[in-house]
């Protein structure tokens, strides 16, 4: 496969000179490119999980004149014509790599937050609302732990901290309006129609990023049923062992013991499922709930 | 009994008739009118006995039948009276090695709309790993190269990927036949329509409703209806062949004859427009979906001739955006391969592929007592992604070949197992008196209700439906009629979800309780 010219727009050099380190669970990542604008602005969507060391596996991202190109050792992962896709797509292959690395702790597709060391998961497909009921619930002070991974300890069921920026689809961040011009701005061309992301960290928000493992006291599982008005109700385990099995990531990784890690999270937690007319009233309730 | 010049004389079955055994009725192919008639009652019994070697004047006496009857039998054309004893069994089609004859190409996971029961799970957001340009290529070249000459690009929203045209241009070139393009047509201008009419390429869209605003909540985008209806307007303008998919679930299923008209008068052949209930794969897996009274059921509208054909996915493969290859668009976790280059034949003929395209409904749990067993376009891949369990009968099919009913023939489907009892190898576990089964082969989990969770224990091969009743009323303050119903349809679930063991006991008549 011949890679795009290297010689390509400002900030781009001939060689992938823009080099750094994400790590979690013990793998180490190294991202390299040639365009200090990539480096810059993945490195705000992985903030946190920067690090250092040696790296057990090599990403690089060449952006050129007539294309880009993500790689994965000589790989080629990806190509597109479009720079804005180059975040999003390095953002999936790394975390879908990051989730494999954590064979011994069950992943779930979950927001995660948490307040007085009290940890909240909140399961829900992609487009399920997770970012934006997280973000309505760090606005109401509680602490961030993922807007996606809910990584636990099956153990201790604590949950741990998985704090990649906050990652917001159009419809999402029109809800937050006064947060839109702090974020990262991508967009990119989809056959006449434009995808558009905004990354925010926390620390945009004033919110603080959890830097320990935090407890699984709440389950909340969002619904977009398109019914008008607010409901929170508890729901049997049983049911809620279901759904919290429907976001786990690597379950296979579990064989025969995978019914009993979801048991073991869903253990003593308070299981419920949330509807609400938006984030804001939606994190109000799950803060009354927890106030008592 | 006197039974005149035909006494002496053996049934016969028209060469191109055979009769095939259910676990309760019979069923006779007619090969050459392509019609399949279910067997029953004393007309099963006769022929039953026939096959048997016995002559009309024993089956007559036996069943103290009189020479009329079987006269009638034979008006039909179906069958005869010979000298000669002649009953052949039907000819089971020798396993083959099957070849490539279609392919879906998701050239993309990307997509322009959000729809509710999306497959693929599409969205905007989903660049991760597409096979670039050249590896399409690749795939359609090796695919021609096995025989294979009907392909379909599809998604995500195949049009979004900018080389698409390029792809199909390619498709051509090497010689396929069949080129299609399934698009939600959002993004169809008129320019590229009338490229599409020069290239000679087919194209299928997805229209949810006549509504446009209810087929813009199952899209997720404001406008797409008008934007679809405009792109199919197009196509028919331009004389592209164009098929209409309408997909069914709850938030339509009152639309379907309206859409069907519409899209009628948007100048859409008839016979191009298809109607399919929403399949639970990806996001078409929210159980909200489903439609609460539209059909989701097979029904007997059987027709055969060629005995070779009766299932669907043998010949077929798609490849994912990914490049993982898989035996339809609907059994994602079935990958038999990944596609890198040069590797097509490689997958097409090993071993795993040529496994699953070979699955007959001999092999299938209670399929393989079905008298339909050789003419139902059975969906595997439903099967298998409803119960974890490729060898699971479909729960899209209603019919029970132990009870030998249609659900239509009494409101809804009988019969149960005699003594159900649950696999072993599932992973049953209590919790706050409710249960969850857990299948660690497919990772498909089920929850089950204090009610059920009690049924499932009780489901250890010992009780009958009579004990499961009557321990349920023990525990549970119910009217009795109540309770038979919920344990009846409870037991049916599991069975339909393959969670019960496939052997049955005991004689298959006495199976209705």
Request: with cysteine; charged share 30%.
């Amino acid at each position: 496969m011949r890679l795009p010219e290297m010689r390509g727009p400002v900030g781009c050099d001939d060689a992938l000179k823009w080099r750094k380190i994400y790590g979690v669970s013990g793998l180490r990542l190294a991202v390299r490119t040639n365009s200090r604008r990539f480096s810059e602005e993945f490195g705000r969507v992985f903030r946190h999980f920067e690090t250092h060391g040696d790296a057990q596996l090599v990403y690089s991202v060449v952006v050129g004149r007539e294309g880009h190109v993500l790689l994965r050792g000589e790989e080629v992962l990806y190509e597109t014509g479009e720079y804005g896709e180059l975040v999003p797509a390095l953002e999936r292959l790394v975390e879908a790599c990051m989730v494999r690395a954590l064979w011994d702790r069950p992943v779930f597709h979950a927001g995660a937050v948490a307040r007085e060391g009290v940890g909240v998961i909140l399961p829900a497909e992609p487009g399920g609302g997770k970012t934006s009921l997280v973000t309505a619930l760090l606005e109401l002070g509680f602490e961030y732990l993922s807007d996606e991974f809910a990584v636990v300890d099956p153990k201790s069921t604590t949950v741990l901290p998985f704090p990649k920026a906050l990652c917001f689809k159009e419809g999402g961040m029109e809800l937050f309006p006064h947060l839109k011009p702090k974020g990262l701005y991508v967009e990119w061309d989809m056959g006449g129609e434009v995808g558009r992301l905004w990354y925010l960290d926390p620390s945009d928000l004033g919110s603080e990023v959890s830097g320990e493992d935090r407890r699984v006291r709440y389950i909340v599982f969002p619904e977009r049923d398109g019914l008008e008005g607010a409901m929170v109700e508890g729901i049997s385990k049983a049911k809620a062992v279901l759904k919290l099995a429907e976001n786990f990531l690597n379950l296979d990784f579990f064989g025969r013991d995978a019914l009993d890690v979801v048991l073991n999270v869903v253990g003593e937690a308070e299981c419920l499922r949330l509807r609400a007319g938006s984030p804001q009233e939606g994190a109000r309730i799950i803060s009354n709930l927890m106030e008592g | 009994m006197k039974m005149g010049d035909i006494g002496k004389n053996y049934i016969r079955l028209r060469d191109d008739c055979f009769l095939v055994r259910g676990a309760k009725n019979s069923a006779l192919y007619d090969l050459k009118a392509g019609r399949i008639y279910q067997v029953r009652g004393l007309v099963k019994e006769v022929l039953e006995l026939s096959s048997h070697g016995l002559s009309v004047e024993e089956i007559a006496s036996r069943l103290g039948l009189k020479e009329g009857f079987l006269r009638v039998l034979s008006e039909g054309k179906v069958i005869s009276f010979s000298p000669e004893r002649g009953f052949k069994p039907f000819p089971v089609p020798e396993p083959k090695e099957e070849n490539l004859r279609f392919m879906w190409l998701e050239v993309t996971s990307r997509c322009n709309l959000r729809c509710l029961h999306c497959y693929v799970g599409a969205d905007a957001l989903k660049p991760l790993e597409e096979l670039p340009t050249e590896a399409w290529k690749g795939a359609i070249r090796e695919g021609a190269a096995l025989g294979c000459r009907d392909v379909q690009f599809t998604g995500g929203e195949a049009t979004l990927r900018k080389d698409l045209w390029d792809l199909v241009e390619f498709a051509k070139a090497e010689g396929y036949e069949f080129v299609e393009i399934f698009t939600n047509a959002t993004t169809l201008n008129r320019e590229r329509v009338r490229w599409m009419a020069e290239v000679g390429v087919n194209v299928a869209v997805s229209l949810y409703s006549y509504r446009p605003e209810v087929h813009d909540r199952i899209t997720g985008r404001k406008g797409s209806f008008e934007r679809t209806v405009e792109g199919i307007r197009s196509l028919v303008e331009h004389e592209v062949p164009v098929r209409i998919a309408i997909i069914v679930m709850r938030e339509n299923e009152e639309d379907v004859k309206g859409t069907m008209e519409f899209v009628q008068k948007l100048g859409v052949d008839p016979s191009q427009v298809g109607v399919d209930v929403v399949r639970p794969t990806g996001r078409g897996r929210d159980e909200d979906l489903v439609p609460k009274w539209y059909p989701r059921t097979t029904c007997p509208d059987f027709w055969i001739r060629d005995i070779s054909q009766t299932r669907c996915w043998p010949g077929k493969i798609a490849i994912t955006s990914q490049g993982d290859v898989i035996p339809c668009i609907f059994a994602r976790d079935l990958v038999v391969g990944r596609y890198k280059g040069g590797n097509l034949a490689e997958i097409v003929r090993g071993p795993r592929l040529q496994k699953l395209w070979s699955i007959t409904l001999d092999e299938v749990e209670v399929c393989k007592d079905c008298e339909y067993r050789y003419a139902c376009w059975d969906c595997r891949a439903i099967a298998y992604t409803t119960t974890g369990n490729l060898y699971a009968k479909s729960p899209r099919c209603a019919y029970d070949p132990y009870d030998g009913r249609w659900p239509y023939e009494e409101g809804e489907m009988e019969g149960v197992p005699e003594r159900p009892r649950g696999r072993e190898d599932l992973i049953f576990r209590e919790i706050d008196g409710e249960g969850v089964i857990f299948d660690p082969e497919t990772g498909s989990m089920h929850s089950l209700t204090k009610t059920a969770a009690l049924i499932w224990k009780l489901c250890d091969g010992r009780h009958c439906l009579d004990d499961i009743v009557k321990e349920i009323l023990e525990r549970f303050e119910a009217q009795p009629d109540e309770v038979r119903r919920d344990v009846e349809e409870t037991l049916r679930k599991f069975r339909t979800l393959g969670l019960l063991r496939g052997e049955t006991s005991g004689d298959a008549g006495s199976r209705r309780m």
